[in-house]
């Protein structure tokens, strides 16, 4: 199928393509022998990676978020500006859950703010106690991030032409203090003696096209 890589019925918010493609694949279910490769007739009706003038329309964002604090600012920084910029998102945020009916915020149990503080303490405090006792510190850790990782995209893909997810992705990434608190913990869990600290600097904070980017991405960011 020509879909982007995590995108197997093709695009977000499309019933009717999915149902299709769908369909389709449980079709094959019918053939006399196998295995079965068949390809899919129809394109996405938006590429995830088709990187051109129409898709990046609309994707200047239009909420004010906070300047960026610099690479030499303390940690401290960070998390000032980390709960400015979420509190600046949350209108965007509601009007996603309000037109989807759904949200994918919420495996880590905690509100998005106390998630948000969790993290930000931990950037400043590796010590800081996680504020779930059921749970392993370092997986309160991940879920807290990848929470907020929802809380973002769910935001900034509501917003009318948002474009292909390799900008949204990129906009998490670079343009946020979000995605430089990302990078920060990326550098934390890599220097940690933990085990399961250096799994999560791999690539499980900051994706692999990210830290290596395809000629795509750095086209978009040049």
Request: glycine share 8%.
């Amino acid at each position: 199928m020509p879909f982007e890589l995590g995108r197997p019925l093709g695009v977000p918010s499309d019933a009717e393509f999915q149902t299709r493609v769908l369909t389709a694949a449980l079709g094959l279910l019918d053939a006399k022998s196998g295995p079965v490769l068949v390809d899919y007739p129809e394109d996405a009706p938006e590429s995830g990676l088709a990187l051109d003038e129409e898709a990046m329309t609309g994707m200047v964002c239009p909420i004010d978020l906070p300047k960026i604090p610099d690479a030499d600012a303390p940690t401290s920084e960070l998390g000032k500006s980390l709960m400015r910029e979420i509190e600046g998102l949350a209108p965007w945020y509601d009007l996603a859950v309000r037109s989807r009916g759904r949200t994918t915020v919420g495996p880590s149990g905690l509100d998005i703010k106390d998630a948000a503080k969790f993290f930000a303490a931990f950037l400043e405090d590796q010590d800081t106690p996680a504020p779930r006792e059921d749970m392993e510190k370092a997986r309160v850790l991940k879920l807290a991030y990848e929470d907020l990782k929802a809380y973002y995209t769910e935001s900034i893909t509501v917003q009318p032409g948002y474009g292909a997810s390799l900008r949204v992705e990129n906009w998490l990434f670079n343009e946020t203090t979000f995605g430089r608190a990302l990078w920060t913990l990326r550098d934390i869990c890599r220097a940690s003696d933990d085990e399961y600290f250096q799994h999560l600097g791999g690539n499980s904070i900051v994706p692999d096209r990210q830290i290596h980017p395809p000629e795509a991405l750095q086209e978009l960011t040049g």
